[in-house]
């Protein structure tokens, strides 16, 4: 059986002067005289992948896309049109990316994470949206294990979704958010647990201990950015903190008690200054 979207080996049955069908007499799929290679024979196995040509029909290529069938990956935009844009996926015929499977208007140049599907038409298609149906447990991380992934959804309620490895579930949850984050943003951060369904639960912060050296040199460059005071201590509200830091009010106690015991601040009823030299 033919598969449309996917690399298979089909055996030649018929030779014409613009190519050579494969597949076999009652399925059969025409590979270009321009592709066809050298001193082939009828019964001949070639490996080549089928997908729809500029008019609709079903056509095989030698050549190897940037993407099959059910796989997520990362792609160019070629260009844009009024009915979405065009991939490419080192074929002939670009990779057609409808408006409604983007999560963000695409344009030339962008690369944009996508999965490609068969459509109601029996067509190829690129899709944003649908890549989340499309990730896979984790098989090869564990708690702190570093990994780097697309932002591919934002749930207001629960956090950002994350193709981790453009493969495998994760989510940063509301709770680890400390930065404003887009769909399409690549992020770095450590598993902070595997669920038992695969699925990783995710921070975009380091461990405790090196995360509170790399914030206590934040806190005292931004103090001495703003003069040498803040006009809060550490008793300020976490929706303070994490407007002006980007973290949380016990990430933000932490280091701020670090650079008291180093003597760098003096901590005030509502103030935090620095050490006067």
Known sequence: MIQIGKKQCLNIVSK???????GTREEKVLLPIKQVPDDVEIGDALTVFVYRDSQDRLIATTNTPKIELDEIKRLRVAQTSQI??????????????????????????????VVL?????????????????????????????????????????????IAVDDKYYGMVPNNELFESLKIGDHIEGRVIKV??????TLSLRKKAYIQMDEDS????????KRGGRLP??????????????????????R???????????????????????
């Open 16 to 22: 014409t002067e613009f190519g050579v069908y494969l």
């Open 84 to 113: 979405g844009a065009f991939l490419d996926w080192g074929l002939e015929k670009d990779l057609f990316l409808p408006f409604k499977e983007q999560s963000y208007k695409v344009k030339p140049g962008d690369e944009c994470l």
């Open 117 to 161: 599907y068969i459509d109601k038409s029996n067509r190829l298609c690129a899709s944003m949206r649908r890549v989340y149906n499309y990730l896979v447990p984790a098989e090869c991380y564990q708690k702190d294990s570093a990994v780097v992934g697309t932002v591919i959804e934002i749930n207001p309620d629960y956090g950002a979704y």
């Open 195 to 200: 669920r038992p369904d695969g699925k990783l």
């Open 217 to 224: 040199q934040f806190i005292l460059d931004e103090i001495k």
């Open 232 to 253: 809060f201590n550490d008793k300020a509200s976490p929706e303070l903190i994490k407007s002006q830091f980007n973290m949380s009010k016990n990430e933000f106690k």
């Open 255 to 277: 280091a701020v008690g670090r650079l008291f015991k180093e003597r760098k601040i003096v901590i005030n009823p509502d103030s935090i200054e620095l050490v006067s030299d």
